[in-house]
């Protein structure tokens, strides 16, 4: 995928993810979950293409900002954000699946010597049950979702808790904002996919990269590190 230079960045290198519209295609599932808790309750349907600008701050944000297409207040979050979960996590992969090239790229980076993990606002319960449902699991040392940090990004205590210690260089891929936000925190270089679920334009979001292909993430990473060095 590289040459022998570029590949042997990866040897001591430390790579967290964003899961949703970064690893998997989950728009297809949340909307499908996030209609079930809304539409009985009067408010019209969210269509997919929506869904995909509005997934990036978790659950709780999404059905929020479902009600303020409406203008329509939010009784009673918690309850909502639980029902949601419910009805998302009885069929967590029904339609969702991991975009194109991601498990071939996730292997070579492994086989490369990096060291993989998983930093996702997506509850962790769900982010758990998504990636071994699509058979992703063995290529990450550890999934962290809001709850098993501090504080969930954009703020910098994700992104390390998600990395862990004792790597030579580092970097997240993503999005969205909150990941080009949580990378800048730490300091530490962010790429981002550009087919991925976020408010603004790819291009706009400061990120060091911007890809349009998940096999283009070694080489992007390379080249950011180089630069940098």
């Known amino acids: 995928m590289l040459e022998a230079a570029d590949a042997a960045l990866f040897a001591d290198a430390a790579i967290a993810f964003d899961l949703d519209g ?29 869904v995909r600008a509005m997934v990036g701050r978790g659950a709780r944000a999404l059905l929020e900002r479902a009600h303020a297409r409406t203008g329509t207040p939010v009784d009673d979050p918690e309850a ?47 982010s758990d049950l998504l990636i071994a449902e699509l058979g992703l699991a063995p290529y990450f040392e550890r999934i962290v979702g809001p709850e098993r940090t501090s504080a969930k990004k954009p703020d910098a205590a994700h992104l390390h808790d998600a990395l862990g210690g004792g790597y030579g260089r580092a970097a997240l891929v993503g999005d969205s904002a909150p990941d080009v936000g949580s990378a ?31 096999r283009d993430v070694p080489r992007a990473l390379a080249s950011v590190w180089q630069r940098a060095s």
């Open 22 to 50: 970064t690893l998997v295609d989950t728009a297809p599932d949340l909307v499908r979950a996030l209609n079930a808790v809304i539409e009985p309750r009067g408010l019209p349907a969210v269509p997919l293409e929506d």
């Open 80 to 126: 909502l954000v639980a029902e949601f979960i419910d009805i998302y996590k009885a069929d967590v992969a029904a339609e969702s699946r991991a975009f194109p090239h991601v498990e071939e790229t996730l292997g070579w980076l492994r086989s490369a010597g990096a060291r993989l993990s998983v930093c996702t606002n997506k509850p962790s319960v769900l």
């Open 184 to 214: 800048r925190a730490a300091g530490l270089p962010v790429v981002v996919m550009s087919y991925g679920y976020s408010e603004n334009p790819a291009d706009s979001l400061g990120a060091d990269r911007v890809v349009h292909s998940f």
